[in-house]
């Protein structure tokens, strides 16, 4: 079973410029989340998607906006790049919001902004 | 109180020694709990998840869990090298609308 995927594997911005981060899902899953971990730091929670509807975001500026589409898979957009936006933003997925559903992680998206 | 906390370490142990690690959860109704290992500029990957009281083991590992205290550990039996890492505590809670929350991470150290 495929894990999930996340694409670009790295990413060059300037500042002011926009970057569109791709995630597919685990088969099966129907919940995305996407986190920001800048370098040495801890996850901070970005979005939470499912079932095609945003049902969380966390503590960021609306510059950082997302979707996911009818087969799950998800996009994060962020726009006016600033310098502390480069960070590995990672995207996870689990079966539903379900009580016992275990989210597993994709490899990342390294962002660099400058 | 932060909703899920951890020593942020360095936690540094012997190789073959058992290393604790621990975290305690602020939401009462909290019903899922699951260990995380991560490797420097690498992405989180699942190691355990445990849902009742006890003990749960798998190969070198034990998650330990007390919902009455709201603390859950991970215990790694000899402990190898290539488990230096940084240990993530995640907790399942339909409280904080986040679905799930991470704990800040401790960074295990095992020396040669």
């Known amino acids: 079973e495929a894990g999930v995927t996340q694409s670009p594997t790295h990413l060059i911005k300037t500042r002011g410029q926009q970057a569109t981060l791709r995630c597919s899902p685990i088969?099966?899953?129907?919940?995305v989340y996407w986190y920001q971990q800048a370098l040495g730091l801890g996850l901070q929670f970005l979005l939470w998607y499912d079932e095609g509807e945003e049902r969380n975001r966390g503590n960021f500026p609306p510059r950082f906006s997302g979707r996911q589409f009818p087969n799950y898979s998800s996009e994060l957009n962020v726009n006016a790049l600033e310098l502390e936006d480069s960070a590995l933003y990672l995207c996870?997925?689990?079966?539903?919001?379900?009580?016992?559903?275990?989210?597993?992680f994709g490899p990342g998206t390294r962002l660099t902004v400058l | 109180q932060k909703e899920v906390e951890q020593n942020s370490g360095p936690l540094s142990v012997p190789e073959g020694a058992i290393a604790s690690l621990n975290c305690t959860y602020s939401d009462r109704v909290s019903q899922s709990f699951f260990w995380y290992r991560q490797y420097s500029g690498k992405s989180p990957e699942l190691i355990m998840s445990?849902?009742?009281?006890g003990d749960k083991e798998d190969g070198r590992f034990t998650a330990q869990l007390n919902k009455a205290s709201q603390y859950v550990s991970l215990l790694i039996r000899d402990s190898q090298p290539s488990d230096s890492a940084t240990y993530l505590c995640?907790?399942?809670?339909?409280?904080?609308?986040?679905?799930?929350?991470f704990g800040p991470g401790t960074r295990l150290s095992v020396l040669p």
């Open positions: 445990i849902y009742s009281n």
């Open positions: 995640a907790v399942k809670t339909d409280n904080y609308g986040q679905n799930f929350v």
């Open positions: 088969s099966g899953h129907t919940s």
């Open positions: 996870a997925s689990s079966h539903g919001t379900a009580t016992y559903n275990e989210q597993f």
